[in-house]
């Protein structure tokens, strides 16, 4: 049993940094962030999500780092320990990585599939027409490889907090890094002329991630692009999933909260506008700004017809490409299951162990169901935000757009209205620190997060 007096922690700053950027940089910072970028004028929607990262997103990360470290407990318990009658709220944080999690390893089976596709000499037939659609159908290759991608976490986080979370992190994150800064430079370097004697070029489709588009500019483009922006920093930055918390509970007494969290801020969005430069430029030189898909399209289906198309160079880019994405959904797996594993061992006192396997049954439970989903179990729902969904569909959406928002704004609610923020603003600066952004932590937490989180829900209903 770990409590409070022998509660693993990171090693130093560093530590905690590096394992929290990877818990946020994970597949929605590689496939969603590019789709988001090209489709909501370029240049324009990077300003906007700038400046919501470091308003809206710093507020609600410090918020729940600093939550996590003040009461050196999980999710689920944390809540309770600011103020016994909130404690559903933590019961709720909770209940989001446990739905995440299932639907997540069946995700990142997928990226296991292509990375070995690539890496054993068989990535053309990745791009073949119906590849995809053929093996997320088929009833045993996917539960296969889920289950390697959920050992795989599992492994890491039995390792605990130094050994497992943190020694991982110093390792897969520059290396994740490094492979992004290759990919990136390689797609700027692509030239391409199709068959209409159209020649296009790397640094054309850079143009398009960087150079703000005004041609269909208007106010209600704009308060889309805003949603948009802010929808991807919400998910993106793990917050309201309850990861934060518990890293901060992990999180040294002396480490300066305030300046970690703004180094978070920018290894999270580096790597977010470096997927886009790595991803844009390379889809736009060989099937121009329509092949930019949303979601799984984007990464499992135009991708590998890009790295097709590069000729001898494919094989390689593509196999670094998805080791690349494996680094990144691995480092978000290993935080999302944290997350339950420190709740399960706060709450019912049992060991790591004891914990890690409870939550990986339950995962791969629920994961198996969710892999039935496109065969066995194959049904379309219409969601109130418009989507025809199957399982996985469903999962995401009650998590991420739904009881995320709730959480998030419960926790809006607690510290800014009945705790105060000072609770926050005093745990930051425990040490003597300097809050430089205190101000505007305050008129957010307040006022601005929970209005843009509530209209961030309403979204999610279909009421707007």
Same mark, same amino acid.
């Given at each position: 049993?770990?409590?409070? !007096?022998?509660?693993?922690?990171?090693?130093?700053?560093?530590?905690?940094?590096?394992?929290?950027? /990877?818990?946020?940089?994970?597949?929605?910072?590689?496939? *969603?962030?590019?789709?988001?970028?090209?489709?909501?004028?370029?240049?324009?929607?990077?300003?906007?999500?700038?400046?919501?990262?470091?308003?809206?997103? +710093?507020?609600?990360?410090?918020?729940?780092?600093?939550?996590?470290?003040?009461?050196?407990?999980?999710?689920?318990?944390?809540?309770?320990?600011?103020?016994? *009658?909130?404690?559903?709220?933590?019961?709720?944080?909770?209940?989001?990585?446990?739905?995440?999690?299932?639907?997540?390893?069946?995700?990142?089976?997928?990226?296991?599939?292509?990375?070995?596709?690539?890496?054993?000499?068989? $990535?053309?037939?990745?791009?073949?027409?119906?590849?995809? /659609?053929?093996?997320?159908?088929?009833?045993?290759?996917?539960? $296969?490889?889920?289950?390697?991608?959920?050992?795989?976490?599992?492994?890491?986080?039995?390792?605990?907090?130094?050994?497992?979370?943190?020694?991982?992190?110093?390792?897969?994150?520059?290396?994740?890094?490094?492979?992004?800064?290759?990919?990136?430079?390689?797609?700027?370097?692509?030239?391409?002329?199709?068959?209409?004697?159209?020649?296009?070029?790397?640094?054309?489709?850079?143009?398009?991630? &960087?150079?703000?588009?005004?041609?269909?500019?208007?106010?209600?483009? +704009?308060? $889309?692009?805003?949603?948009?922006?802010? #929808?991807?920093?919400?998910?993106?930055?793990?917050?309201?999933?309850?990861?934060? =918390?518990?890293?901060?509970?992990?999180?040294?007494?002396?480490?300066?909260?305030?300046?970690?969290? /703004?180094?978070?801020?920018?290894?999270?969005? $580096?790597?977010?506008?470096?997927?886009?430069?790595?991803?844009?430029?390379?889809? +736009?030189?060989?099937?121009?700004?329509?092949?930019?898909?949303?979601?799984? #399209?984007?990464?499992?289906?135009?991708?590998?017809?890009?790295?097709?198309?590069?000729?001898?160079?494919?094989?390689?880019?593509?196999?670094? &490409?998805?080791?690349?994405?494996?680094?990144?959904?691995? !480092?978000?797996?290993?935080?999302?299951?944290?997350?339950?594993?420190?709740?399960?061992?706060?709450?019912?006192?049992?060991?790591?162990? !004891?914990?890690?396997?409870?939550?990986?049954?339950?995962?791969?439970?629920?994961? =198996?169901?969710?892999?039935?989903?496109?065969?066995?179990?194959?049904?379309?729902?219409?969601?109130?935000?418009?989507?025809?969904?199957?399982?996985?569909?469903?999962?995401?959406?009650?998590?991420?757009?739904?009881?995320?928002?709730?959480?998030?704004?419960?926790?809006?609610?607690?510290?800014?209205? =009945?705790?105060?923020?000072?609770? =926050?603003?005093?745990?930051?600066?425990?040490?003597?620190?300097?809050?430089?952004?205190?101000?505007?932590?305050?008129?957010?937490?307040?006022?601005?997060?929970?209005?843009?989180?509530?209209?961030?829900?309403?979204?999610?209903?279909?009421?707007?």
């Amino acid at each position: 049993m770990e409590n409070e !007096t022998k509660r693993n922690s990171f090693t130093g700053s560093i530590g905690f940094v590096l394992a929290a950027a /990877g818990s946020a940089v994970g597949l929605g910072n590689i496939w *969603r962030f590019p789709y988001l970028a090209a489709r909501d004028g370029g240049g324009m929607f990077l300003v906007v999500y700038l400046v919501l990262a470091l308003t809206f997103g +710093f507020t609600l990360l410090i918020t729940e780092v600093a939550i996590g470290r003040k009461t050196k407990q999980s999710p689920l318990t944390a809540y309770g320990e600011l103020r016994k *009658r909130w404690k559903p709220l933590g019961i709720l944080a909770c209940l989001v990585p446990m739905i995440i999690m299932p639907y997540y390893c069946v995700i990142g089976g997928w990226v296991v599939k292509y990375f070995l596709a690539f890496l054993t000499g068989s $990535g053309a037939q990745t791009a073949a027409e119906g590849y995809f /659609g053929e093996f997320i159908s088929d009833s045993s290759s996917p539960i $296969g490889m889920t289950i390697v991608f959920l050992f795989l976490s599992m492994i890491i986080v039995l390792g605990g907090v130094d050994k497992g979370i943190e020694k991982f992190s110093k390792i897969v994150m520059p290396a994740l890094v490094i492979l992004i800064l290759i990919i990136s430079i390689f797609s700027l370097t692509l030239s391409y002329t199709d068959a209409d004697g159209v020649t296009r070029t790397g640094m054309e489709g850079l143009k398009i991630l &960087f150079v703000p588009d005004f041609t269909d500019f208007s106010l209600k483009s +704009f308060a $889309g692009t805003m949603m948009d922006a802010m #929808g991807q920093l919400f998910y993106s930055l793990s917050v309201a999933m309850g990861i934060m =918390i518990a890293y901060g509970s992990y999180m040294r007494d002396d480490t300066n909260l305030s300046k970690a969290i /703004g180094q978070i801020e920018v290894f999270d969005t $580096g790597i977010a506008f470096l997927a886009g430069a790595m991803i844009i430029p390379a889809v +736009f030189v060989f099937m121009g700004k329509d092949g930019m898909q949303a979601g799984p #399209g984007l990464m499992f289906v135009s991708l590998p017809r890009v790295f097709q198309q590069m000729g001898p160079f494919g094989g390689y880019v593509g196999c670094l &490409f998805f080791a690349m994405v494996l680094f990144a959904a691995t !480092t978000s797996a290993v935080s999302i299951l944290e997350a339950v594993v420190a709740s399960f061992m706060d709450q019912f006192h049992v060991t790591r162990k !004891t914990a890690v396997l409870s939550e990986g049954v339950i995962a791969l439970i629920l994961g =198996i169901i969710v892999c039935m989903g496109y065969n066995k179990l194959l049904f379309n729902v219409k969601l109130p935000n418009g989507v025809d969904a199957q399982i996985l569909d469903i999962m995401d959406y009650v998590s991420n757009n739904l009881m995320m928002p709730v959480v998030a704004i419960g926790t809006c609610i607690l510290i800014g209205w =009945i705790l105060k923020p000072d609770v =926050i603003i005093n745990e930051v600066t425990k040490n003597g620190e300097k809050f430089g952004r205190k101000g505007l932590f305050i008129v957010m937490i307040k006022f601005v997060a929970p209005v843009l989180l509530a209209v961030l829900l309403l979204k999610a209903l279909g009421v707007i």
